[in-house]
């Protein structure tokens, strides 16, 4: 069973960048679409970026010219590049296939605040 392991999180002030790994255990990373979520206090799981196995992007329309995410699937791992970072972007993040369907991993906490 792959399991995901987040890093990267930490706290920031609004402006900042932030850099986010997550590596995957397992051999089949690289025939998946694989994305990260989010989840902020009291608020839903939400999806902010996705990258096919060709890798095609999309993101949430909120990170969006914010965020770049990507993957290097001969070290199954996937990035998420963060940057000019808000306060709503707190939160702690995950990454999972897309759709997800993997174990949910720890995440990481992203905090944005002055």
């Known amino acids: 069973q792959v399991q995901f392991v987040e890093s990267g999180g930490g706290l920031v002030q609004p402006g900042e960048s932030l850099t986010l790994s997550c590596q995957a255990s397992?051999?089949?990373?690289?025939?998946?679409?694989l994305a990260w979520y989010r989840q902020a206090p009291g608020n839903q799981l939400e999806r902010v970026a996705v990258v096919t196995n060709g890798g095609t992007t999309n993101y949430a329309d909120s990170v969006k010219g914010r965020f770049t995410i990507s993957r290097e699937d001969a070290k199954n791992t996937v990035y998420l590049q963060m940057n000019s970072l808000e306060s709503e972007d707190t939160a702690v993040y995950y990454c999972?296939?897309?759709?997800?369907?993997?174990?949910w991993g720890q995440g990481t906490q992203v905090t944005v605040s002055s």
């Open positions: 397992g051999n089949i990373f690289n025939i998946y679409a």
């Open positions: 999972n296939y897309n759709p997800a369907g993997a174990t």
